[in-house]
Structures are given as structure tokens and as C-alpha cells.
């Protein structure tokens, strides 16, 4: 009942820029936070940012100062990638964690997961 929908992703040349967007839609109730994660081969699902409904923001050491998340609305989450690098060559994914409504009228806590984006930075 409630999906997040990712676009951005692509080829980039390092150096260069690329925004991914998340929209979160269904029966939600409230959205405590969004945040973008990625995983390259061999390698574990890592944090890059995370957004909060208060605003707050934390990031990835690897990405502070080059990326920026930031919301468009309460349901929608902006990451702004600047002067990539190989290194952020990855699959990214959306992640949310809300409440959302249920048959009945009743709530429930949910983690929901994108399908995921492959970033590519490559001369």
C-alpha cells in the first residue's frame, strides 16, 4: 500500500553533478524520516543521507560536503550529488520509515524500501 518511486540515476563523468528524487505514495499517515542508502558489489548497504521530519539531516562522511538531501514536501526527498567520484559508483536506494493506514482504520509502523538506482561515475 505505500511505495516509494525513485528517478536520477545514470551515467555521470567525475567531477560532475546528478540528483536522484524519491516520492513516497500510498495510505500514509506520517513519514519520520527519508533517506538515500547504496551498495556497491562486495560491499555492505551503507547510510549516504538522511532526512528527518523535523528537518534535521546527518550524512555519510564520505559524501559530507558534496551531497545535499533536502525534501520537496513531506513526501518527497531530493539528493543532490556534487563532484563525484568513482567511488560513489553504486546502487542507491530509498528508504522510508512511516506509519501508514490500514484497512479498518488502524496504523502501522512500516520501513519501505525502493527498488533502487544505479549510479554510474565513469570517464
Known amino acids: 500500500q505505500v511505495q516509494l518511486v525513485e528517478s536520477g540515476g545514470g551515467l555521470v563523468q567525475p567531477g560532475g553533478s546528478l540528483t536522484l528524487s524519491c516520492a513516497a505514495s500510498?495510505?500514509?499517515?506520517?513519514?519520520?524520516?527519508m533517506g538515500w542508502y547504496r551498495q556497491a558489489p562486495g560491499k555492505e548497504r551503507e547510510l549516504v543521507a538522511d532526512i528527518f521530519s523535523s528537518g534535521w539531516t546527518n550524512y555519510a562522511d564520505s559524501v559530507k560536503g558534496r551531497f545535499t538531501i533536502s525534501r520537496d514536501n513531506a513526501t518527497t526527498v531530493n539528493l543532490q550529488m556534487y563532484s563525484l567520484k568513482p567511488e560513489d559508483t553504486a546502487a542507491y536506494y530509498c528508504?522510508?520509515?512511516?506509519?501508514?493506514?490500514?484497512?479498518?482504520?488502524?496504523?502501522?509502523?512500516?520501513?519501505?524500501w525502493g527498488q533502487g538506482t544505479l549510479v554510474t561515475v565513469s570517464s
Open positions: 528508504n522510508a520509515r512511516l506509519i501508514a493506514t490500514m484497512t479498518g482504520g488502524q496504523y502501522r509502523s512500516l520501513e519501505v
Open positions: 500510498g495510505s500514509i499517515f506520517s513519514i519520520n524520516d
